[in-house]
């Protein structure tokens, strides 16, 4: 089993920054991480991934150049730094683990955080 708790979400302005991070415990050896949003009214969508040894890290095109995925494997953590924020990144956050060493942009992750708000004002 694996847990997950997500911290670091909050309101800005547009044009902020914000950083998330995502506490494991439990086995995350050789797994993806990956960050997801979902807006109200919307379905849950994928933001960015990253393996276990950073060799892949994919993200969304709506978030690419803007936001920035980390892990730090020793202390079972995975960031977002989120930059140029806009009103549209508007949404729940969620963390999530697959126990496999690729990155998916479906929902076909193993395990989900609980989820932080985070409000961007224009």
């Known amino acids: 089993q694996v847990q997950l708790v997500e911290s670091g979400g909050g309101s800005v302005q547009a044009g902020g920054s914000l950083r998330l991070s995502c506490a494991a415990s439990g086995r995350t050896f050789l797994s993806t991480m990956a960050w997801f949003r979902q807006a109200p009214g919307k379905e849950r969508e994928f933001v960015g991934g990253?393996?276990?040894?950073?060799?892949?890290?994919s993200y969304a095109d709506s978030v690419k150049g803007r936001f920035v995925i980390s892990r730090d494997n020793a202390k079972r953590t995975v960031d977002l730094q989120m930059n140029s924020l806009k009103s549209e990144d508007t949404a729940v956050y969620y963390c999530?683990?697959?126990?496999?060493?690729?990155?998916?942009?479906?929902?076909?992750?193993?395990?989900w955080g609980q989820g932080t708000q985070v409000t961007v004002s224009s």
């Open positions: 999530a683990v697959k126990q496999s060493n690729v990155v998916v942009t479906t929902l076909d992750y193993d395990y």
């Open positions: 990253i393996t276990w040894g950073g060799g892949t890290i």
